[in-house]
């Protein structure tokens, strides 16, 4: 091990980890097994290959890393040797990655990782996240989901993604186990629920995994409306909207779902609901984890503070909080009366047609509702009457889509201004590379740009 002086921040997690229970399972690829003593002796290993390389403490280190061995054993093997990872997508394009190594050069110094934001709303910009950040992250989902030694994650997220890097920090510091098979797949997660062995006998079988809505629905094909074993104890969702259907589709299929609201600049979850309240609720992220604080602003955005909150943006004067503290999401959302969030669109996802807002989501979960649909994206194109108007690109359940016929089918669900004009039917919705749906592509396929 490392002396105690390189290490600082985040190194801690692995490092009190080891001391509670050296022998603990820590990781798990195809390959082997690796405890927490043997984790941290392979981290240490890795750390001095990086300091030959010139790595050290204070250097912001641009990587491109996987959510496998490697990748996970790199990010460690950088806070202990007190430098800030800043993971990037293997999917970014060279432009984006460009752009992203240029904004670094102005970040300043405190931060232990840079993640980047997904895009929707704009090009990606930098965040800048602390140890505090990620542990008080860990602990409040720990708490709100019950997490601790026995779970068995699947690393299912890019470690750029902050779901990613979240459930990493998270299951090493509560001394838990990751399974890190590298690159999501459908049917490698699927295996790995029913258990499978490593090439040294170990069995793993994964109890916990984080997913965003397109992953779930891959999963769900996968098994054919076969249920998750019961030794799944929660499959936790977050990273963009869950439609209605995919919930209820889950839920009728015996998944544990966990609904949760967050982004990259509040590390994470901000809101989550637990399998209980899902099934008694579906739909809703629950309340605020312990330590965040969440009001809904009277035109319908959701502002946050509070002990995730990041320290700011990257490269850029926007100020990421006002002076009280209150970071706008940008996302609007309501509370019921029993104080749990609704979320029910983005700010820059409304639609006005002809003086009436159209909320997309709205209007995506009223297409998915209809037998031919499996998914949609709604986007605002601009009209020179109507100012916009609802356009819709569809994924067809079976591969076809008569269109006419949906149109009349949503006359009895959705009022003129809400039903789309324009029309695509596609293969499959185009992601960013956080795995989000890119509704600029749609929105620039639908315009023919």
């Not at 798990?28 to 002796?41: G, K, N, T």
């Not at 209980?276 to 984890?289: D, E, I, S, Y």
């Not at 509704?439 to 639908?446: I, L, Q, Y």
Request: hydrophobic fraction near 45%.
């Amino acid at each position: 091990m490392m002396g105690s002086g390189a290490r600082s921040g985040v190194a801690d997690f692995l490092a009190e980890a080891v001391v509670r229970d050296p022998e603990h399972l820590a990781l798990v690829s195809p390959e082997r097994a690796w405890s927490y003593a043997e984790l941290d002796q392979v981290v240490d290993r890795r750390a001095a290959e990086l300091e030959r390389d010139g790595v050290g403490a204070g250097v912001v280190h641009a990587v491109t890393l996987q959510p496998d061995t490697p990748g996970i054993v790199t990010l460690f093997a950088l806070w202990r040797l007190g430098a800030t990872p800043a993971p990037l997508n293997p999917r970014l394009t060279e432009s984006e990655r460009r752009h992203a190594v240029e904004t670094l050069e102005g970040a300043g110094p405190g931060a232990q990782a840079i993640l980047w934001t997904s895009g929707t709303s704009g090009r990606p910009r930098g965040v800048a996240l602390s140890a505090d950040n990620l542990r008080a992250s860990a602990l409040a989902a720990a708490a709100r989901l019950g997490l601790g030694p026995d779970d068995v994650w699947l690393a299912s997220l890019s470690v750029a993604h902050v779901g990613g890097i979240a459930l990493v920090t998270r299951s090493l510091m509560l001394g838990g186990v990751l399974a890190a098979w590298g690159r999501f797949t459908a049917a490698s997660a699927s295996a790995l629920l029913d258990g499978v062995q490593a090439a040294d006998g170990t069995t793993v079988r994964v109890t916990h995994l984080s997913v965003v809505p397109t992953q779930l629905l891959q999963l769900l094909e996968e098994r054919r409306g076969a249920p998750p074993p019961r030794t799944l104890r929660c499959a936790l969702v977050g990273g963009a909207h869950a439609p209605p259907g995919l919930v209820a589709r889950a839920l009728g299929e015996g998944w544990p779902l966990a609904l949760t609201y967050g982004m990259t600049e509040t590390t994470s979850q901000v809101a989550t609901a637990p399998p209980g309240l899902v099934r008694a609720k579906p739909g809703t992220v629950g309340r605020p984890l312990e330590g965040a604080e969440l009001r809904v602003a009277p035109d319908g955005e959701i502002l946050v503070r509070g002990d995730t909150l990041a320290l700011g943006y990257v490269g850029t004067g926007t100020p990421l909080r006002d002076g009280e503290g209150w970071y706008d999401t940008g996302d609007l959302g309501r509370l019921d009366g029993e104080g749990d969030l609704w979320i029910t669109g983005r700010c820059s996802e409304r639609i006005v047609s002809g003086g009436v807002n159209v909320d997309a989501h709205e209007v995506e979960a009223a297409l998915c509702a209809h037998p031919a649909v499996r998914d949609a994206c709604v986007v605002g194109l601009p009209d020179e009457r109507w100012g916009e108007v609802v356009g819709a690109a569809l994924v067809a359940t079976g591969g076809e889509v008569e269109v006419g016929a949906l149109a009349e089918w949503l006359r009895e669900h959705l009022s003129a201004a809400k039903r789309p004009r324009r029309w695509v039917v596609m293969a499959s919705l185009p992601l960013n590379p956080n795995g989000k749906v890119d509704r600029g592509a749609v929105r620039r396929e639908m315009l023919g740009d």
